[in-house]
């Protein structure tokens, strides 16, 4: 009886931290799934400038330009260190896993494209073109959401860096996706379904790694190799193909941004 009394107190004691921590829990996981709905929106908002095509083309790049430094940054001093933490060693082949991943999609499902305005048009006239490349965008986007949900699940620090990083290329993302469409002869309607598909896969990434909580050791590293990627074999050569001054300030200033960030915030 004594031994049941002990245990039963014990249990109260533990009851209000456990309640804690699955509210706080609640908290991050509701948190993500809101910023998903916003990462999204810049997918349905880059679509939208090309369909209006009142989208200055010098700010598309700038946005390219930071995103490109801010993603870097965010991968190399923050996703792959926490994965670490998760995974131990192991957690660098998940991220050389999702690296490769992407590589795998872009340059055997999707035909070759970037991020920018498409004016190849025959390269994109044929239907399964077009269908392929924004698979290759959707792919892209299913791992922000799994980013997103990811960091949450960690941190709301890294929750919340991730979530810059990912919205900084969701207005490319769409703007790309709506010029695919447009190229291959489709109307301005078929444009904006297409980005908002891009849209819906962010979703579908952020519940499905809310639901597989289990597996965060594989997905954290996982979207830090996509991070990799997209930042560093589809953002930076597009920013190189016009090269200025302002372009390689921003890469910077990205990179700044984060540490300034982690600095003054999460020093």
């Known amino acids: 009886m004594e031994e049941d009394r002990t245990r039963k107190a014990a249990q109260k004691r533990r009851s209000p931290k456990c309640d804690g921590e699955m509210k706080d829990e609640a908290i991050r996981i509701a948190m993500a799934a809101a910023l998903g709905v916003v990462a999204a929106g810049g997918n349905l908002l880059g679509g939208y400038f090309v369909v209006r095509r009142d989208w200055p083309r010098k700010f598309l790049h700038y946005f390219l330009s930071l ?84 960091g949450f699940l960690v941190s709301s620090w890294l929750g919340w860096v991730i979530f810059v990083a990912v919205f900084l290329h969701k207005l490319p993302e769409g703007f790309t996706v709506a010029s695919l469409v447009l190229a291959s002869g489709k109307g301005k309607a078929s444009a904006i379904w297409a980005a908002a598909a891009l849209g819906i896969a962010t979703l579908v990434g952020v519940a499905l790694t809310s639901l597989l909580q289990g597996q965060l050791r594989y997905a954290l590293p996982l979207a830090g190799g996509v991070t990799v990627y997209v930042a560093a074999t589809d953002l930076l050569p597009e920013v190189n193909r016009h090269p200025s001054w302002r372009t390689a300030v921003l890469v910077f200033t990205g990179v700044v941004i984060l540490l300034i960030m982690k600095h003054l915030l999460h020093g």
């Open 67 to 150: 995103g490109a430094g801010y993603m870097l940054a965010v991968a190399f001093a923050e996703i792959i260190p926490e994965s670490v933490s998760l995974g131990g060693r192991e957690a660098f082949l998940w991220v050389l896993a999702g690296f490769f991943l992407i590589h795998l999609f872009e340059h055997t499902i999707a035909p070759h494209f970037h991020f920018g305005e498409e004016t190849h048009d025959g390269e994109v006239a044929h239907h399964h073109a077009r269908r392929t490349a924004i698979l290759g965008l959707a792919i892209h986007t299913f791992f922000d959401g799994v980013a997103i949900a990811a």
